[in-house]
């Protein structure tokens, strides 16, 4: 039998008191992932980020 998972602990940069009752009384989870930008542009995933880069400058 596995153990249910803990609630996370909101990690990132650092945001007040009142955001974070907040974020604890009504359940949300804070993710931070990374952003890639290429021409002006942001991308979630690093391959998409790559793929513009060549698409622009060239393979």
């Known amino acids: ?3 249910p998972a803990s609630p996370a ?6 945001i007040d008191q009142a955001e ?3 974020l604890d009384r009504y359940g949300i989870r ?4 990374p952003h890639y930008e ?3 542009y942001r991308y979630t995933k690093l391959s998409d ?8 400058r060239g393979a």
């Open 38 to 40: 290429v021409d002006g």
């Open 9 to 14: 602990r909101n990690t990132g940069p650092a």
């Open 30 to 33: 804070r993710e931070l992932r």
């Open 49 to 56: 980020a790559i793929a513009q880069a060549r698409r622009t």
């Open 20 to 22: 974070q009752d907040a």
């Open 1 to 3: 039998m596995t153990e």
